[in-house]
């Protein structure tokens, strides 16, 4: 008789986006004539820049031809993308990363998902609280995570980084052993940055440790002040203890179009063996690469026209994120995020528990956000907004929103 | 300090594509003049279907437009596209199987890989010897495996079922218990399909013994027999028993293109638990989708024009594996696969080994072929055809080895 992953049945039922769902087709199945502005779940909604479509269109002209036919790719990537986003994400920023220690990949939530595989599961595990949920469930299925208890909201085998308006949203660093320790910066759902010594602190613990950093910088093309690294790689000493997880979706708006990269340097060694050859096998294995068709599209970002279209994108969202973190200023609430990030962080007014502030902002305001809650036990008397809807909404929001505070 | 996962140590080092790659690259340095046929690595190489490469533009065009942009896809699939499955791939044939019962992915090996995550990994694996190597290194990777004994070729764990030529290539029920039975028809490597009493056998075993069987049908569209059946879920009692993995990769020319679906039953239930909810938590937490465009090219494959586009190809392929099956009998040898199949199965002449004889027809007739022993101890005295190759160059290659024999 086959036996189930154990570990699945430990996950706490309701996903946090599937009970937004429901609350919000209920309320507005009770209420049709309401029109909802979404402020919620962070999709993007721009389209693809022209250099982009341009890029994959040429190539599914080439899929179409027998000569210009690509069957499968390498699995970790075409070289031409592996050495553009060498070039253009690490090079031109002064770091150096070698286009074979970059893996090109359908995700940075499968990546940072499947990274797991490569590590044993008596790893010791650290994330932040708030936190993205797919850092928790990978390692609770992997069985990392221990149990699940309801009275506290938290794994017992997870060790929680409180990060909090006393902390200025930055973790500090645990007083317990951690080995894998997950640092997503700028943050989802906090918008908080990470500064250069906030970071080398990290980097210097976890090469003290023999820890390792799951560096996501899945928001990094929305800094604005160029004193905040884009990169974990930015930092002396990150060769030997990061690895970093990047995407096109929310710089190129690829959320649709599937394309991301990880980065292991050759340095990164545990119990004598190589990182980036244990995930090069892993991915070999259980991967097959992304399409031809995405991976000229990606390409095509790092191009001058491609460049310039998507610093339009990114400078649309931040004017969203300023207008949402003016507003809901203006307003009274206490905000955070929004300045080097698609999200805005709004404390609750009076005290108010979060689902009860998304309850009476989705009821009186018609507005979607997510209840910072739902990120874990500290992210309580929070919600989280988000930059990616179109302007003209998302001014006629905070408008509703300052209305009924 | 980080442990890495220990598995990953014991697997052996070598991937049999990479040691013919190696071995191919140093005749052709070592004999610049010589120009090679490949009928070696699986890949396909006829261009996509003109009504897929349509769709793909069409949807291309609509991501490069506000209105008709698409973020975030269901982890599942869209549903037009698991209509469109449900409808010509089942229910035309018979078989009832709903859209909620299907999974769209990135490709086939990642979901036999990946379906190892819900399951404990105290489970005896059951695999086919030859065996397409993902199936065994993927549970070698999570602990299933046990050790590898290079003396045997085999991991000490895993129960293995023999497929030569006294069982005609179908493996039998084994003897020991066993919770996960790979199964593969049209086999890779053989070439072998499997009858419907065959297939009803082990559906029955499965039923009564609460094994779980992992149906790698990929290569359906090659089927010609009308008897032969092309799904599991055409078998009575499969669906309390088995989970289906199918592909775009060699029906449609996909394996650069990257799309595949899973179907698990709802009645498919261990442990009170439904495999499908947990393949469903599974794919919400570690995946997020196919890419839009590949979706909607994929749905043009089951359009009418895609249909005959695509039996076109097959067919095409299929008169390659005729005139590989054909010569290499007519030149003495011993011969199966290549009539429901793009694969043959050759037997070596004189018991010679199999890179002995893939090393003859590399130096003397330059064709690449693959060595049966790399797919397991009992394709040892095999090599492994390909039907994928450009038709004239398969007639050339045919005529050397019938040369060199």
């Known amino acids: 008789m086959v036996r189930i992953n154990a570990n699945f049945n430990k996950l706490p039922g309701s996903y946090l986006f599937s009970e937004i769902a429901r609350r919000v087709a209920a309320y507005g199945e009770a209420n049709p004539d309401r029109t909802l502005i979404r402020l919620g779940i962070g999709d993007v909604t721009r389209p693809l820049p022209a250099a982009v479509t341009a890029a994959m269109h040429k190539a599914v002209d080439e899929m179409a031809t027998a000569q210009g036919f690509h069957g499968y790719g390498p699995e970790q990537g075409y070289d031409f993308l592996r050495q553009a986003i060498a070039q253009h994400d690490y090079k031109a920023r002064g770091v150096d990363i070698q286009p074979n220690e970059i893996f090109v990949s359908d995700g940075a939530k499968s990546d940072c998902g499947n990274i797991g595989d490569i590590f044993g599961t008596d790893n010791v595990v650290a994330v932040c609280d708030p936190v993205y949920p797919v850092y928790v469930d990978t390692n609770a299925m992997a069985g990392r995570a221990g149990d699940y208890d309801a009275a ?51 980097v210097d613990h976890a090469n003290a440790t023999g820890a390792v950093i799951l560096y996501d910088s899945a928001y990094e093309a929305f800094i604005t002040d160029p004193a905040i690294p884009h990169s974990i790689f930015e930092i002396e000493g990150a060769r030997t203890c990061a690895i970093e997880f990047r995407s096109f979706s929310k710089t190129a708006g690829f959320t649709g179009t599937r394309c991301a990269y990880t980065v292991i340097p050759k340095e990164l060694e545990r119990e004598g063996t190589s990182l980036n050859s244990l995930w090069n096998r892993r991915q070999c294995t259980k991967f097959n690469g992304v399409p031809y068709v995405v991976q000229r599209g990606a390409e095509a970002v790092y191009r001058p026209e491609g460049r310039a279209q998507v610093r339009e994108t990114i400078q649309y969202y931040l004017n969203n994120a300023k207008i949402i973190r003016d507003g809901l200023a203006a307003a009274g609430l206490t905000v955070s995020g929004g300045e080097n990030s698609p999200y805005i962080w709004a404390a609750t007014p009076d005290g108010m528990g979060s689902w009860d502030f998304f309850d009476k902002l989705l009821r009186e305001a018609n507005v979607v956000t997510t209840p910072g809650a739902g990120f874990g036990p500290s992210g309580e008397g929070y919600i989280r907004l988000t930059a990616f809807g179109e302007a003209e909404a998302t001014r006629q929001a905070v408008e509703r929103i300052k209305a009924v505070l």
């Open 152 to 202: 506290t909201g938290r794994w017992t085998n997870l060790i929680y980084m409180p990060c909090v308006a006393a902390n200025g949203f930055s973790p500090a660093i645990p007083a317990e052993k951690v080995d894998l320790i997950y640092l997503c910066f700028p943050n989802n759902p906090t918008g908080a940055v990470a500064t250069r010594a906030q970071l080398k602190a990290w």
